[in-house]
């Protein structure tokens, strides 16, 4: 889990301009043992602020607020406190929300209608450095670059099958050290063998990995 979480506790601030959702989302969250709503937003320039203020580990933001929307709020978020994780949670789901929020650095990308169970999983799974991300969201990513650049599987892209293997995990939301210990090799040998394959991939990062990864059946 992230450091800086006192005693393992996930602290999370929460934007959404609906307050019924925003104040039913916050007892979903502190009914968990392992997580804190610090405190509630109901538009952009205020969720910049409380964040700026409580430094959490965790932004819960929706896209469409009055004033600050919520994808400025995640740039402003993101350039203030790079280490703060930003999940949006909408209920919107045009490609162009999707793929601007990705471009300004989100986490993750949640729609209002997943359960509860989904929402504390995927907040678990960024804190432990895993991006869980809808299958359907991460085609619809993939279906914007350009076709020529695609390739229809892992082996046409270069990757060896131990790599196949570690590409494999990394899509199941394992982080390095899980993968380390999965397959009984090194940190360094893990960091080395992910290396390899977001340049093979030509990925910037895990999250365009999983996105393409996910896009070839892994």
Do not use: W
């Amino acid at each position: 889990m992230k450091t800086g979480a006192k005693d393992s506790e996930i602290r999370i601030v929460i934007a959404d301009d609906q307050n019924l959702i925003s104040e039913g989302i916050r007892i979903i969250l502190d009914a968990q043992p392992d997580m804190k709503v610090l405190a509630v937003a109901d538009n952009g320039k205020a969720a910049v602020e409380l964040v700026t203020e409580y430094k959490p580990d965790v932004a819960l933001l929706d896209i469409r607020m009055p004033g600050v929307d919520g994808i400025t709020a995640l740039r402003e978020i993101k350039e203030k406190l790079p280490e703060t994780l930003v999940l949006m949670l909408t209920t919107f789901d045009p490609d162009e929300y999707i793929i601007s929020a990705f471009k300004s650095g989100a986490d993750g990308y949640l729609l209002k209608d997943t359960t509860s169970e989904t929402l504390i999983e995927t907040i678990r799974n960024a804190c432990n450095g895993s991006i869980t991300i809808p299958v359907s969201i991460a085609s619809r990513i993939i279906a914007h670059i350009p076709k020529g650049a695609r390739r229809n599987s892992l082996q046409e892209y270069g990757l060896t099958q131990r790599e196949i293997e570690i590409a494999s995990l990394i899509a199941n939301g394992y982080n390095n050290d899980k993968i380390s210990a999965s397959l009984g090799i090194s940190m360094g040998t893990t960091k080395n063998y992910i290396c390899d394959i977001y340049s093979k991939l030509e990925v910037k990062g895990r999250r365009e990995a999983i996105y393409l990864i996910k896009e070839l059946g892994h």
